[in-house]
């Protein structure tokens, strides 16, 4: 349906992991209580140890609340956890106990973390982050995001298989090799 | 699916700048929705084959989900396929469902092929996507391969010429997205 483009391009806004100037950057679409995304998880983490610094990977939220009644807060805690700079490791832990995401549960990962625990809860109330969230689903509605996962490399929809590990992280050297032949890459020029 | 196939069948579906064919169809066991009770507003069909299956399911989710991002543009969506209005009303509780699911049940897919989204092959509904202005007029069409879960961004962007929000999609010019097809 979609002519599968990235929009918005990926910004200083964006949570990303890996440089700026990777030859690749791999964006998930993503529900922290999908099972599909429980999936994808450790097979992303493989492609970003295996392309190392040639890889930018970038996670933008999808909850699909009404099936996932849980993937609005948890998605809000990974948010309240990057405002004090650990997104990544909020990420990680939701994803690694996907099913136990109360809200007792999220603040009970934030705490392992050392995160300043009272301030997650009075953001988890308040909804502070609630708009942010919101904000990345519409966008990924408007990119052509139609489910979760749906991962975008260097901009554009990738279509084929990711539960695949070695055909994923053979699609993404290619767009590496691709990136590297072409004009020399920059920061955000793929977005 | 060979591409000539699907696209002999794109041609089917009603194209922009066609009046939507009015019907009546029970959304529950004692309830008909008529398609002229949403005159004033835009209104979504989705034409699916079948509840319970998986592209289904993430269509309809997805599309449960976007709600709010629909009522924006005062739109209603309908669902439409061959189940039972039982069989609606189970998979409506199961996925919490907050839009109607019409049952083109009896006789079977009547509806579906007035606007050409009838699969006479399978015995059940295209994947299809129509946007009718407030006044009933189809502005924008889509078919959708059978097993491709289509997404919103083009009944968005429908929507959003409807409202004047970019380029109109006056019947002539929208035809060629109607009838476009993209894998």
Known sequence: MSEGRLTPPVSAVDHAAGPDNAPVTLVEYGDYECPHCGLAHPIVKATQQALGSQLRFVFRNFPLAEAHPHARLAAQAAEAAAAQGKFWEMHDMVFEHQDALEIEDLLGYAKSLGLDVAQIARDLEAGTYAKRVRDDFRNGVRSGVNGTPTFFVNGVRYEGSWANKESFMHALREAAGQAGRGTRPTAGANG | ?183
């Open chain 2, 1 to 183: 699916m060979a591409e000539s196939d699907l696209a002999r069948r794109a041609s089917t579906v009603l194209p922009p700048g066609t009046p939507a064919p009015d019907f009546a169809l029970s959304s529950t066991p004692d309830q008909q929705l008529r398609l002229t009770d949403f005159r004033g507003r835009p209104v979504i069909l989705v034409f699916y084959p079948a509840d319970w299956s998986p592209v289904c399911g993430d269509q309809v989710a997805l599309y449960n989900e976007i709600l709010p991002e629909f009522r924006e543009y005062g739109a209603e969506i309908l669902g439409i396929s061959v189940d039972s209005v039982w069989c609606h009303a189970a998979f409506a509780r199961d996925r919490n469902l907050h839009f109607p699911l019409l049952s083109d049940f009896e006789p079977k897919g009547a509806v579906s092929r007035l606007y050409g989204a009838y699969r006479e092959r399978d015995g059940f509904s295209e994947r299809a996507l129509f946007v009718l202005d407030k006044d009933g007029m189809i502005r924008w069409s889509y078919l959708s391969p059978v097993d491709v879960n289509p997404g919103a961004d083009g009944i968005l962007n429908a929507l959003d010429s409807l409202a004047g929000k970019s380029a109109p999609a006056k019947s002539e010019s929208s035809r060629a997205d109607g009838a476009e097809l993209r894998p």
